[in-house]
């Protein structure tokens, strides 16, 4: 039986190690279909129930089942940076973003090369309004090259982009800032994130001079000339 045992942990591994490789060609189906079958050899194994969960907390559909698998890893293994992050993620897509935050922050300061940590945490901070520390770390993740992957760079341009508009329109209307968040993500649910200020322009102009009473001079003379000297 111990044997057995022995050859069920092999066979685990090498699924594993085959669904880390399918990650890397992003080939998402045939890995999690590894995952699953190192997993149902390998039930207690915190890393397999962190991946596996992890991957799983992307997706609507499964948001809960990876909820459930991340936390045991979590039980499991406390002190693993990598399983805090995805704790810490697992909170965040549960929109319990004071729950994140510690963890978070936790892991940053473990990881603090980790783009995924810092960006996780950026992600965090923007959730609990504080922008200008979200900013500050998407800039700290893509100055980063540990983790930062071609997809996740792109993320974080788009990300900062939003705090670059966001910094100028709080110039102009401060007591109004969350109108005007709004007005920014109404441009991001349309479609692709914008990768830089010139993208998706005019229709980020018509809607904040829509959201700013584009009947105010004043208003508008102060975004142009902030957009000039930006």
Known sequence: ???GESNQVRASDIYFARAFIYGEQKQERLAESDLQRALVLNPENPMLLNHLGYLWLGKDQTLDKGFELVEKAYRLKANDPHIIDSMAYAYYRKADYKKALPLA???VDIMPQSSVANAHLGDIYKALGRYREAVFQYKKALALKYDLTPELKQELLGKINFDVLLDLLVKIDSSNIEVVVS???NIY???NEPRNLAENFIEFLRNVLLVLNS????NISNFTNLIIAY
């Open 1 to 3: 039986e111990i044997e």
């Open 105 to 107: 922050e936790k892991t």
């Open 183 to 185: 007005a920014i993500n």
């Open 189 to 191: 649910a349309k479609g």
């Open 215 to 218: 009947e105010n001079p004043d």
